[in-house]
């Protein structure tokens, strides 16, 4: 046990006892701990005030120190914090969740699969895509296709369909029947581009011809981000999801979007792909579901998928599901959450204060490393590069900024060949002035020479 008394030194010393996410254990000596946090910022053990310009995992949406949501946490755990919502029991927060989540993020969408976060909502939807072609009599219908530089979580199934290989190297094999097609990245199309054509076009036609390859009868499902977001905040063009959303119909291959960055208000709309007009056949969200304060996520069906397994015999269920799955305390604070984002107007503060942070991040153009600024509502990315000229990511320099910024009290993160920046839907003009500031700081510092 650590005591309050122990200093810096010693806190990290116990802390490396601990194996922590995505890090080089060895790496681990000079951790931020974080001992409270207020609206959008983390205040340090050793003092330091720092804006979270990721909130947390880009999923703090309402911001830190939100009163409303202990008060429904503690008085769900003294009436029921748990109970089993498997085989034939139930919860009235789990619901009444669900019951205000059917038809929200689409109208088409109106089941509701409780998990506790976004790597098992996707594997839900996995199973349930191959479950619904299994009991439609086209059991071969198994493939997943997803996209380059697609992150959709750690657990086995999810880290196959993640398109980026240092999450795949180190544990492999993977799960099979898994594969990967280039995304709609505008300002770095990597497949193959025609002349006349649009990447978008390019983007969507590398789908209808994977499934083509593959055939048809073989694939069960396509998944994409809105929004890519570990692999770079990688906005799509807006003709590339009408487009796969045609070629899914086309070829009877369900449309999985994984929305756990994109839905809730991230990007100005309530749910990503409502920017573009399409719905999905399976939802997975998780983040900002609860803004990070519990645990919780799931999937969401259409009603073509939800009669094919209300319609299954006994000896056929479904036979998935978490422990937690529709956890009661959870479910209450998620909903108490959905709330508070309708009741602040968080979307529409995302739209307008995102357009400003865009505008603010586009001013740093200037520097000869900022190659590219892209975002939608508070989903930003900034893409680093060696110079303009060969245009070479260079995310060492990327790693630099990141740590001058996090010593001039802003937090970004570096993803793909970019920074990212997805600060508490709460945040003010004010706040929002402060982080392109810090980084233009950040940035004139490494160019200077010392
Ligand atoms: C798009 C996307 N999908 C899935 C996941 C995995 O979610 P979790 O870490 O809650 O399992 C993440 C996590 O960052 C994500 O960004």
Redesign the pocket.
């Known amino acids: 046990m650590v005591t309050m008394e122990q200093d810096y030194a010693a806190w990290v010393e116990q802390d490396q006892k601990q194996l922590h996410p995505l890090q080089n254990a060895a790496r681990h000596t000079n951790p931020v701990v974080v001992e409270r946090a207020e609206g959008v910022y983390l205040y340090t053990t050793d003092g330091r005030r720092i804006l979270d310009g990721m909130a947390g995992?880009?999923n703090v949406n309402i911001g830190y120190g939100n009163t409303e949501l202990p008060d429904v946490a503690r008085d769900q755990m003294l009436q029921l914090p748990f109970t089993s919502n498997f085989a034939g029991m139930s919860n009235l927060p789990s619901i009444r969740l669900a019951d205000k989540l059917s038809g929200y993020a689409y109208p088409a969408l109106k089941t509701t699969c409780f998990t506790s976060?976004?790597?098992?909502s996707?594997e839900t939807a996995f199973k349930t895509a191959r479950y619904y072609w299994r009991r439609l009599g086209k059991p071969e219908k198994i493939k997943i296709i997803a996209r380059n530089a697609a992150?959709?979580?750690?657990s086995m199934g999810?880290t196959s369909a993640t398109g980026i290989s240092r999450y795949h190297t180190p544990f492999g094999p993977l799960v099979p029947g898994f594969l990967h097609i280039p995304n709609p990245n505008p300002h770095r199309y990597e497949g193959d581009l025609r002349p006349g054509e649009t990447v978008g076009q390019a983007a969507a036609r590398a789908l209808e011809e994977a499934i083509l390859r593959e055939g048809p009868e073989t694939v069960a499902a396509f998944i994409a981000?809105p929004i890519q977001?570990?692999g770079g905040v990688i906005v799509p063009p807006d003709d590339y999801f009408p487009l796969v959303r045609a070629i899914c119909d086309k070829y009877e291959v369900l449309f999985i979007a994984?929305e756990?960055?994109t839905g809730f208000g991230r990007t100005g709309q309530m749910f990503g792909l409502t920017h573009w007009g399409v719905q999905p056949d399976i939802l997975s969200f998780?983040?900002g579901i609860t803004s990070g304060y519990i645990p919780l996520?799931g999937m969401q069906i259409t009603d073509a998928i939800k009669d094919v397994i209300w319609n299954a015999p006994d000896a056929d269920s479904w036979m998935h599901g978490f422990t937690y799955s529709g956890h009661a305390t959870a479910c209450a604070v998620g909903l108490r959450n959905v709330e508070i984002i309708e009741r602040d107007g968080l979307v529409e503060n995302s739209r307008v204060l995102g357009e400003r942070l865009l505008k603010g991040l586009e001013g740093l153009l200037e520097f000869p490393q900022v190659d590219n600024v892209r975002g939608k509502g508070l989903l930003c990315g900034v893409e680093i590069v060696k110079d303009k000229q060969s245009r070479q990511p260079d995310m060492a320099f990327g790693n630099q900024i990141a740590n001058t910024a996090m010593s001039m009290g802003l937090r970004t993160r570096v993803v793909g060949n970019a920074l990212a920046f997805s600060p508490p839907l709460t945040i003010t003009a004010a706040e929002v002035d402060t982080i392109v500031q810090t980084l233009g700081d950040a940035l004139v510092k490494l160019n200077t020479p010392q």
């Open positions: 995992l880009w976060g976004g790597s098992e996707n992150y959709h979580g750690i999810a981000e977001g570990v994984d756990v960055i998780a983040k996520g």
